[in-house]
């Protein structure tokens, strides 16, 4: 069964800085989705970046970045020059690619707080 | 404009009553999710559809029922037999397919409904 691990319940960054938000997942498949979501207190969920399993090079978008390292499984996010709205949940997803159901699972998620 | 409509906002219901929550999309996806979020535990599948007439469990489907009539609509029951069912409820919708690079797309969410049961 496919399983994701977010092992940072809580992160804090600078305003202006960087900070690094981890995922692990495991998965005896070979073609996939991994995802990263944020939840502003609004609760509404945003997609903020997404990664295919066969594409070696890191998706980015704006200041946002992911680290994926296939054969660790593992799969960081990235946000540089953090602003104050940043600050939310943040949730790591798998999905499989490769036919039949394709359920999507997440991580229990990391609480990140901007301090100005 | 395109999205996914779920209501209400807020439901109230007492112990023991079978309580239904709303999800339409009108983006023409094959996939819909019911996710159900507690604080500390993320988000948990609690069943998918990706076609009409049909769906799957996730992992936590015990007191809750669901059916996929029409494409547009995937409404979640929670039973009686839910022991904890206070929470935030999600849905979600996707295109689905199984061809690589076909752009697969992420999930579009609802704004949620949040349920509680005294």
């Known amino acids: 069964a496919q399983t994701v691990t977010q092992s940072q319940p809580e992160m804090s960054v600078q305003e202006a800085e960087t900070v690094t938000l981890s995922c692990t997942y495991d998965?005896?498949?070979?073609?996939?989705?991994l995802f990263w979501y944020k939840q502003p207190p609004s609760r509404q969920m945003i997609l903020v970046i997404r990664?295919?399993?066969?594409?070696?090079q890191n998706a980015t978008e704006n200041r946002f970045s992911v680290n994926f390292q296939k054969a660790a499984k593992s799969f960081s996010l990235k946000i540089s020059d953090s602003q104050l709205g940043d600050a939310a949940m943040y949730f790591c997803?798998?999905?499989?690619?490769?036919?039949?159901?394709?359920?999507?699972?997440f991580g229990i998620g990391t609480k990140l707080q901007v301090i100005p | 404009d395109g999205g996914i409509t779920q209501s209400p906002k807020y439901l109230f219901r007492k112990e023991g009553q079978n309580v239904t929550l709303s999800c339409e999309q009108n983006l023409n996806h094959d996939a819909m999710y019911w996710y159900r979020q507690d604080p500390g535990q993320g988000l948990r599948l609690i069943y998918y559809s990706q076609i009409v007439n049909d769906f799957q469990k996730g992992d936590i489907a015990e007191g809750y029922s669901v059916s996929r009539e029409k494409k547009e609509s995937f409404p979640l029951t929670v039973t009686s037999a839910q022991k904890n069912p206070t929470a935030f409820y999600l849905c979600a919708s996707s295109h689905i397919s199984a061809n690589r690079g076909s752009n697969n797309s992420p999930l579009h969410f609802g704004n949620g409904t949040r349920l509680t049961v005294t």
């Open positions: 990664q295919e399993a066969y594409k070696q």
């Open positions: 998965t005896s498949e070979s073609d996939y989705y």
């Open positions: 997803a798998y999905r499989r690619n490769s036919g039949g159901y394709q359920k999507v699972t």
